[in-house]
C-alpha cells in the first residue's frame, strides 16, 4: 500500500528560506541602504546629511539630458529588440521539433559569451575598416568610410543583439502556452492570417512579450560596457556618469544619487509595465 506524503511543517519551510533570504539582505538589501545613505549627504566626508546631491542633478539641465538619453536608449533597445525577437520566437514555436534544438542554440549563443566579447565584436564590426564599411566600399555603395561606430545608433544596435535572448526566451514561453487549437479555429471561423495573429496571437503573448520588456530594458539602461566601448566615451549615460563622479571625481554621495534615481526610474517603469501587464491579463481572460 503506498504511503502517504505530507506537507512539510511550516517551520521546515521556514529554515529552507532562510539561507536565500540572508543572502538577499547581506548582498542586496544591505548595499541598497548604504547606497542611500551615501546619497543622502552633502559631501564626501558624510558628515552633513541633505538632500543637496539630489536637487544638484535635477535642478541641472546637462544632468537631466543624461537621464533622458539613458532612458531613450532603453526605450530604443527595447523596441529593436521586440521588432526582432517576436518572429524569431514564433519561428521557434513553428519551427518541426528537430529544428528547435539548433534555433534555441542559435537564440541563447549571447548568453553564452562574455559581454566584453561581444562588444568588442560590435566595435570590429562597425569599424571605420569594419565588416560593414569593408562590405558596402567593395560594393561600390560608398565612397568613403561611414561613421557607424561611436554613435547613438552603434549602441543600441550592439545592445539590441546582446540583449535579444531577454526578449525572445519569454515569448517562447508566452507562444509554447497558447493553445494550438485557437488559431485553427479562427481560421475556420473566417479570419485571415493577419487577423488571427493580432486578435489572437499578439493578446495571449503579451504576459511574455512585457517581461521581456522589462529584462531588456532594465539590463540595457545599465550595460556600462557596450554603452561605453561602442560609445567610444562620446555619448553620455549613466553608468558611465556614475563611473565618472565617483572614480574620477570622487565624488561618493553624488554618484550614488545617480544610481539612486537611475534605479527610482527603472522600477517607475517596471511598475508600470506590471500594471499595464495586469490590465492585458484582464483583457485576455475576459
Same mark, same amino acid.
Given at each position: 500500500?503506498p504511503? %502517504?506524503?505530507?506537507?512539510?511543517?511550516?517551520?521546515?519551510s521556514?529554515?529552507l +528560506?532562510?539561507?536565500?533570504?540572508? *543572502? *538577499?539582505?547581506?548582498?542586496?538589501?544591505?548595499?541598497?541602504? #548604504?547606497?542611500?545613505?551615501?546619497?543622502?549627504h552633502?559631501?564626501?566626508? /558624510?558628515?552633513q546629511?541633505?538632500?543637496?546631491?539630489?536637487?544638484?542633478?535635477?535642478?541641472?539641465r546637462?544632468?537631466?539630458?543624461? /537621464?533622458? +538619453?539613458?532612458l531613450?536608449?532603453? /526605450?530604443?533597445?527595447?523596441? /529593436?529588440?521586440?521588432?526582432?525577437?517576436?518572429?524569431?520566437?514564433?519561428?521557434?514555436?513553428?519551427?518541426?521539433?528537430?529544428?528547435?534544438?539548433?534555433?534555441?542554440?542559435?537564440?541563447?549563443?549571447p548568453?553564452?559569451?562574455?559581454?566584453?566579447?561581444?562588444?568588442?565584436?560590435?566595435?570590429?564590426?562597425?569599424?571605420?575598416?569594419?565588416?560593414?564599411?569593408s562590405?558596402?566600399?567593395?560594393l561600390?555603395?560608398?565612397?568613403?568610410?561611414?561613421?557607424?561606430l561611436?554613435?547613438?545608433g552603434a549602441?543600441?544596435?550592439?545592445?539590441?543583439?546582446?540583449?535579444?535572448?531577454?526578449?525572445?526566451?519569454?515569448?517562447?514561453?508566452?507562444?509554447?502556452?497558447?493553445?494550438?487549437?485557437?488559431?485553427?479555429?479562427?481560421?475556420?471561423?473566417g479570419?485571415?492570417?493577419?487577423r488571427? !495573429?493580432?486578435?489572437?496571437?499578439?493578446?495571449? %503573448?503579451?504576459?511574455g512579450?512585457?517581461?521581456?520588456?522589462?529584462?531588456?530594458?532594465?539590463?540595457?539602461? %545599465?550595460? *556600462?560596457?557596450t554603452?561605453?566601448?561602442?560609445?567610444?566615451?562620446?555619448?553620455?549615460y549613466?553608468?558611465?556618469?556614475?563611473?565618472q563622479?565617483?572614480?574620477?571625481?570622487?565624488n561618493?554621495?553624488?554618484?550614488?544619487?545617480? +544610481?539612486? #534615481?537611475?534605479?527610482?526610474c527603472v522600477?517607475?517603469?517596471?511598475?508600470?509595465?506590471?500594471?499595464l501587464?495586469?490590465?492585458?491579463?484582464? !483583457?485576455?481572460?475576459?
Amino acid at each position: 500500500m503506498p504511503r %502517504s506524503f505530507r506537507s512539510p511543517p511550516a517551520g521546515s519551510s521556514l529554515s529552507l +528560506a532562510l539561507p536565500l533570504a540572508l *543572502f *538577499f539582505a547581506v548582498f542586496v538589501i544591505a548595499p541598497l541602504v #548604504l547606497l542611500a545613505y551615501v546619497s543622502l549627504h552633502v559631501d564626501g566626508t /558624510l558628515a552633513q546629511a541633505g538632500f543637496a546631491q539630489y536637487a544638484k542633478f535635477l535642478g541641472d539641465r546637462f544632468n537631466l539630458g543624461v /537621464l533622458g +538619453a539613458t532612458l531613450g536608449l532603453g /526605450l530604443q533597445v527595447v523596441a /529593436l529588440s521586440a521588432v526582432i525577437g517576436f518572429p524569431l520566437a514564433w519561428l521557434y514555436t513553428q519551427a518541426p521539433r528537430r529544428w528547435q534544438g539548433p534555433l534555441l542554440l542559435l537564440i541563447i549563443l549571447p548568453l553564452l559569451t562574455s559581454s566584453v566579447v561581444r562588444t568588442f565584436a560590435w566595435v570590429v564590426i562597425l569599424g571605420r575598416q569594419g565588416i560593414v564599411n569593408s562590405a558596402l566600399l567593395d560594393l561600390g555603395v560608398i565612397a568613403e568610410p561611414l561613421k557607424l561606430l561611436y554613435t547613438h545608433g552603434a549602441v543600441a544596435v550592439a545592445l539590441a543583439q546582446i540583449e535579444l535572448p531577454l526578449m525572445v526566451l519569454p515569448l517562447v514561453t508566452a507562444l509554447m502556452n497558447i493553445d494550438p487549437n485557437l488559431r485553427p479555429a479562427s481560421l475556420a471561423l473566417g479570419a485571415g492570417h493577419w487577423r488571427t !495573429f493580432w486578435q489572437i496571437t499578439v493578446p495571449l %503573448s503579451m504576459p511574455g512579450l512585457l517581461t521581456g520588456c522589462v529584462l531588456v530594458f532594465a539590463s540595457s539602461v %545599465s550595460a *556600462f560596457v557596450t554603452q561605453t566601448l561602442v560609445g567610444g566615451g562620446q555619448h553620455m549615460y549613466m553608468p558611465f556618469y556614475m563611473y565618472q563622479q565617483a572614480i574620477e571625481a570622487n565624488n561618493y554621495p553624488f554618484a550614488a544619487a545617480v +544610481a539612486m #534615481l537611475l534605479l527610482g526610474c527603472v522600477l517607475a517603469v517596471v511598475m508600470a509595465v506590471n500594471a499595464l501587464g495586469r490590465r492585458s491579463k484582464g !483583457f485576455v481572460h475576459a
